[in-house]
């Protein structure tokens, strides 16, 4: 059981890594900017839409930024190499 535990926080720390979340601060803030500006303050449920939508937007970022890693490795690598 304890083998089992370490293996999936092992996981989590890598996907936590991947999806780089700490990066994910202008992109949300842009977002919810966007969408409570168009939406206004005349919903009674504007907490609840904001929710859902800041939801939808991270788990569209939790799945490019992997996506760009994954494709941009290449030239990630050789930018190291030339600083």
């Known amino acids: 059981m304890k083998h089992v535990l370490q293996l999936v ?23 919810m900017f966007g969408f409570v500006s168009n939406l206004g303050f005349t919903t009674a449920s504007i907490l609840l839409e904001s929710f859902k939508f800041a939801l939808t ?18 030239s990630d690598v050789l930018r190291k190499e030339r600083a």
């Open 57 to 74: 937007i991270a788990f569209y970022l939790a799945f490019s930024f992997p996506v760009n890693n994954s494709f941009d490795s290449e």
């Open 9 to 31: 926080a092992s996981r989590s720390v890598s996907y936590f890594r991947n999806s780089r979340v700490l990066e994910w601060r202008a992109y949300i803030g842009i977002a």
